[in-house]
């Protein structure tokens, strides 16, 4: 894949998952070329269907439905994005990788109306995918924006020259500034694994998990583990910050969540917690700035996997300014952080929204008298 593909390819490769690519027809051995349009399932990994109008080709846990007429092509394809959740229900129970066989939308019964209906449908969800994705990408582009002024002035706020400050105690403006293994204490996880998972029982969180789960704060876990587990598990409490000390990019090392939860909470082993004396919320938000990134980029080690071992995340420095300062700070990031990062708030929420009111409208254009249409 990776010898073959070209930007200028004349062949798109649907190799699975969202792994795509464009190549040259003389660079594929065999290979079998679908020249119509046609509605491309994905069926392993990630479950999907695809609409493409190009000549691609595909791997052999896919398959592809074609007709002569491109309307009902394009028809065919919007009912089954409308029917997407039946059949990922159907891979449910299959392991870490999803996968559906071809007799799932073999047997799938669906709305046949006329041409001239599935022409003005297709019209309409052409139409509203075009407004759709015009709609999301201003919104999209805003946010970034907005990011990009929110890390502006979250580094503004933290501005105490951290870096110039060389011993500890040290005073810059009033702020004393100390390393973190002087204001707290580094506990590392114990071995938590996704396997421990339960459906109810004593929160916990996962490394994995706090790279994409959680946002700067939290005060439920997305998952638990039993009670029996959780006796021997290191845990943490109300306020401490918790730290993925491993991953596979350098982004990803020390990205943390501050717990804002009464109980306390499971740890795996590739995390760690930090205990201290100050503002929850003002360790989270110091851990997303400049200079705390510029400070851990000298102790990440290994080559594939990337760590930063707790010794080593105690001699970072930290602005420590007065209790009444920390929650100044905090109250402007919160905005901040609402208006960029949250579901329920912000250009978050409107783009969900946006997603949610075409499914309605597809839901509402697909929806026939028993689900069925006739000729």
């Given amino acids: 894949m990776k010898e073959i593909e070209s930007a200028d390819g004349d062949i798109r490769i649907f190799a699975g998952g969202k792994t795509i690519i464009d190549a040259f027809e003389s660079d594929i051995p065999n290979a079998n070329i679908t020249r119509v349009p046609a509605v491309l399932v994905q069926s392993r990994g990630v479950i999907d269907a695809v609409y493409y109008e190009k000549p691609f080709t595909f791997k052999n846990e896919m398959w592809a439905y074609t007709h002569k007429n491109k309307i009902a092509v394009k028809f065919l394809y919007y009912v089954l994005k409308n029917n997407m959740s039946k059949f990922r229900e159907a891979a449910s129970g299959m392991g870490s990788l999803p996968q559906i066989s071809l007799k799932v939308t073999e047997d799938f019964e669906i709305p046949v109306p006329p041409l001239e209906v599935q022409s003005e449908i297709v019209r309409i969800l052409d139409n509203f995918t075009e407004l759709t994705a015009e709609l999301t990408a201003e919104l999209t582009a805003e946010l970034t924006a907005r990011k990009k002024q929110y890390e502006h002035y979250r580094n503004k706020l933290f501005s105490f020259n951290v870096l110039n400050c060389a011993t500890v105690g040290n005073s810059l403006n009033n702020i004393v500034v100390m390393p973190l293994g002087e204001v707290g204490i580094f506990t590392r996880g114990s071995g938590l694994q996704k396997k421990d998972f339960t459906q109810t029982g004593v929160g916990c969180i996962h490394y994995g998990q706090i790279y994409t789960h959680y946002g700067t ?129 912000g250009l978050p929420k409107e783009i969900e929204l946006r997603r949610k009111q075409y499914e309605y409208y597809r839901n509402q254009l697909l929806s026939f008298p028993d689900n069925k249409a006739t000729d």
């Fill in 217 to 345: 704060y939290a005060n439920r876990t997305k998952t638990f583990v039993s009670q029996e587990f959780a006796k021997k598990a290191r845990k943490a409490k109300h306020g401490d910050l918790i730290i993925a000390t491993t991953s596979e990019n350098d982004e990803d090392v020390c990205k943390a969540v501050a717990w804002l939860g009464d109980e306390d909470i499971a740890i795996s082993s590739d995390a760690c917690f930090y205990t201290h004396s100050l503002e929850p919320k003002y360790v989270a938000y110091y851990f997303q700035t400049e200079q705390f990134q510029k400070q851990k980029r000298g102790f990440i080690t290994g080559t594939k996997v990337r760590r930063v071992n707790t010794s080593d995340l105690a001699k970072i420095k930290i602005p420590v300014p007065s209790i009444e300062e920390q929650r100044r700070i905090v109250s402007i990031l919160d905005k901040f952080d609402m208006l960029t990062t949250s579901i329920s708030e």
